[in-house]
């Protein structure tokens, strides 16, 4: 049963990671393909290789074979004139004449317009934002920011903070929704996560819960303040503490 568990979130965690895989290294992409062949795998070697082609620097040809495997779920619905376009904007790309974040905001164009999915929660669509880093975090950062979540849900609402007092001036179910993320990637890894935080009026032990905490509309990212300056930040200071995640 628990190599099943394992089978299971090995494919999950794969299957948001293809693509970004991919447009780092073809070899890490086909390395993963053939482990997860195997009868026995394990969700954290899955995620050590995914590691290991992030910190490969991107090269334009390959990020272009990403979006090329891409296109492949839009072929049989996109018109010609769609197609035209979007190979168009893939040699701009090659040729450093378009951004990568041209090329994001052109696939999720069509990922509007013809549903996928699949391809919703691919890491490499989500482009260049805070949000975006939650699938790459290390272990002891992706569960240092479950604890400081739980912490700013309950007790530590309101009260002072050095970093992210901007949480405080949205609603908390803006936390909420950022604190499932975190869970989220947590279940994909086969981490523990307590079940009680997954209710929006739950609070912790000692922290009285919301009675029923007003749901909103979210954007993308689902903080204003998660712009590309906080992104790079964040970089920063990931590469402080040795990790590279570019």
Not at 16 to 36: A, F, G, T, W
Request: aromatic content about 10%; some cysteine; overall charge negative.
């Amino acid at each position: 049963m628990e190599q099943t568990n394992q089978k299971s979130q090995c494919q999950q965690l794969w299957a948001r990671n293809k693509y970004l895989v991919l447009s780092h290294s073809s070899n890490i992409y086909n390395e993963i393909r053939q482990y997860l062949k195997n009868e026995v795998v394990e969700v954290s070697h899955v995620q050590e290789l995914i590691d290991r082609a992030c910190q490969i620097p991107e090269h334009r040809g390959q990020v272009c074979n990403a979006f090329q495997h891409i296109w492949g779920y839009f072929k049989k619905k996109a018109t010609d004139a769609e197609r035209k376009d979007y190979m168009l904007l893939l040699d701009r790309y090659r040729f450093a004449q378009a951004s990568k974040e041209d090329v994001i905001t052109k696939t999720r164009e069509l990922l509007e317009r013809y549903p996928n999915a699949y391809l919703q929660n691919s890491t490499l669509l989500k482009g260049e934002c805070h949000e975006a880093l939650i699938s790459q975090l290390p272990r002891p950062q992706l569960l240092g920011q479950h604890r400081e979540c739980c912490a700013l849900r309950g007790n530590g609402w309101g009260r002072k903070h050095a970093t992210v007092d901007y949480v405080f001036t949205h609603s908390p179910y803006r936390l909420y929704a950022y604190h499932r993320l975190i869970m989220e990637e947590m279940d994909d890894r086969g981490y523990n996560v307590s079940p009680e935080w997954l209710d929006k009026n739950y609070r912790g032990k000692t922290c009285p819960p919301y009675q029923d905490l007003a749901e909103e509309k979210l954007t993308s990212p689902i903080y204003s303040e998660h712009d590309d300056a906080y992104y790079e930040e964040c970089l920063a200071n990931l590469r402080e503490k040795g990790i590279e995640l570019e």
